[in-house]
């Protein structure tokens, strides 16, 4: 109960775009902390981006900036990560996570800062 759900995953050729949603009942009565994390095969799971639900301080990691936008739209209790111009080095499952907190700051891409997880959706960039 209370788990976030991503959805918006799929296969795609590199330059294609992608739009992630992330859905969480719990976000409209808190502010929390909403991130982006993605685990590649065999590698660690790493922060993507992310954003307050009351909005603002929005963070990126350096091999998305440019690239990707995370969003919210607290109306319809969902977050977004508009995903353009993908890469082979995309890939992955992405993963949503929650931290109730007023405002994201620099420990936004520790994975031990976060209680709430999604179960993931998959992201495969093709060359």
């Known amino acids: 109960q209370g788990q976030p759900v991503e959805s918006g995953g799929g296969s795609v050729q590199a330059g294609d775009s992608l739009r992630l949603s992330c859905v969480g009942d719990?976000?409209?009565?808190?502010?929390?902390?909403m991130s982006w994390f993605r685990q590649a095969l065999g590698t660690e799971r790493e922060g993507v981006a992310a954003i307050s639900t009351l909005g603002g301080r929005l963070f990126y990691s350096d091999s998305v900036k440019g690239r990707f936008t995370v969003s919210v739209d607290n109306a319809k209790k969902t977050v977004y990560l508009q995903m353009n111009d993908l890469k082979p080095e995309d890939t992955g499952t992405y993963y949503c996570a929650a931290v109730p907190t007023k405002w994201c700051a620099s420990w936004w891409a520790d994975t031990h800062e976060y209680p709430i997880w999604g179960k993931g959706t998959q992201v495969t960039v093709s060359s």
């Open positions: 719990r976000y409209t009565y808190s502010p929390y902390c």
